[in-house]
């Protein structure tokens, strides 16, 4: 069980384009979901909290109107990357913790690398 | 104060071996602390978890050790076997409904066959 499923996998995209990155939670519901960036042998970088029926919640530094973030349902959250550049270039990965518990646990999807030429 | 450091970068293990990665965190409120595995070109999965009120915790080749009076804990991999061989992630999180959680650097551990 809880299962997180993000798709694309992989995409790549010209400058100036805007892609759209979902994670999905499988087996049970996410009022919240995470999203992060990682570079390449780094950490995971915390950028929003998403939540379920609200606006999300940016870490600071992060730009709220470039990385789109709508978790419209407890099931989906989506991440769009507006603009996109090379800069912006890297591994994206969401997170979902399962509703109505104390638990702490997260779920990680299995990241989305993504490469603007 | 919301660091988590993570050591050390990498580390190289004999099959059959013990991999040792320690982390320590400053925070207090942190009460909640788990493991990551990552392989390549994949998001983390969750190995073992421990709060606080415990010393270690242990489950089938992975044992959590945790020191609170240091703010130090550690994950042990015993038998270490090459399919072990990815990068680990320690991470703290604190109580209050955020569960925000806050990511050590990362070790990347190799296990020689």
């Known amino acids: 069980g809880a299962v997180v499923s993000q798709h694309p996998s992989r995409v790549i995209c010209k400058s100036g384009t805007s892609v759209k990155i979902e994670c999905r939670s499988l087996d049970f519901q996410a009022t919240t979901m995470f999203w992060y960036r990682q570079f390449p042998k780094q950490s995971l970088m915390l950028m929003a909290t998403s939540n379920e029926g609200s606006k999300a919640t940016y870490e600071q530094g992060v730009e709220k109107d470039k990385f789109l973030i709508n978790h419209a349902s407890l099931t989906l959250s989506t991440l769009t990357v507006t603009s996109a550049h090379p800069e912006d270039s890297s591994f994206y990965i969401c997170?979902?913790?399962?509703?109505?518990?104390?638990?702490?646990?997260?779920?990680f999807g299995s990241g989305t690398q993504l490469s603007v030429l | 104060q919301q660091q988590v450091k993570q050591s050390p970068q990498s580390l190289i293990v004999q099959k059959g071996g013990i991999s040792i990665i320690n982390c320590a965190y400053e925070n207090t409120a942190f009460d909640y602390f788990p493991w990551y595995q990552q392989f390549p070109g994949k998001g983390p999965a969750l190995l073992i978890a421990i709060r606080p009120d415990v010393s270690e915790k242990k489950e089938g080749r992975f044992t959590i050790s945790f020191n609170k009076s240091a703010k130090q804990f550690s994950l042990h991999i015993m038998d270490s076997q090459p399919g072990d061989s990815a990068t680990y992630f320690c991470a703290a999180s604190r109580g209050g409904g955020t569960y925000k959680y806050i990511f050590g650097t990362g070790t990347r551990l190799k296990v020689l066959a």
């Open positions: 997170s979902a913790r399962p509703t109505g518990t104390k638990n702490e646990k997260l779920f």
